[in-house]
């Protein structure tokens, strides 16, 4: 990339289980172009409304389990106030929980890395029990 360069892709994941995933090598690899910028910014967009993007714990995968529970405890399923159950009781949880936590990232890339502190990942959020495959907009912007 030369001088101030706009790059855009869309990345598939493979439907992932019910829980919160590192996908970080996913996002990486699907941007060999990061390499070449060595000031800029990536921005993700992940287009779903039932999971979610966060920036977390890389090492240890319990943290993940405990965001999966404490994000099922927080937003209990089958709640009798949800109307939205069209596609069953993980439906209006999965919706709220992706709205706590966001769909979107921008995260700063320096000397063709991507600037995560020493423990963080990107994390995917999948919130429904028989998700399938997931987009993300990846827009990366640099010199």
């Known amino acids: 990339m030369i001088n101030n360069s706009w790059y855009c892709e869309k990345i598939t994941l493979c439907p992932y289980s019910r829980g919160f995933h590192l996908i970080t090598d996913e996002i990486t690899s699907a941007l060999p ?5 060595e000031v800029g910014l990536l921005h993700l967009m992940l ?10 714990e890389n090492a ?3 943290v993940r389990r405990d965001l999966e529970s404490f994000f099922n405890h927080t937003v209990k399923e089958s709640s009798p106030y949800f109307t939205h159950t069209y596609e069953g009781p ?4 999965a919706h709220i929980k992706s709205s706590l936590l966001g769909c979107q990232l921008t995260i700063p890339v320096q000397r063709g890395k991507l600037a ?3 423990w963080q990942g990107i994390t995917l ?8 495959p997931r ?3 990846a827009t990366l912007q640099g010199q």
């Open 33 to 37: 172009q990061i390499k070449h910028v």
């Open 47 to 56: 287009q779903h409304t039932s999971a979610s993007l966060t920036i977390n």
């Open 60 to 62: 240890d995968p319990s």
């Open 90 to 93: 993980d439906d209006m949880p």
């Open 116 to 118: 995560l502190g020493t």
């Open 125 to 132: 959020g999948e919130h429904r029990d028989h998700a399938g």
């Open 135 to 137: 987009t993300i907009i």
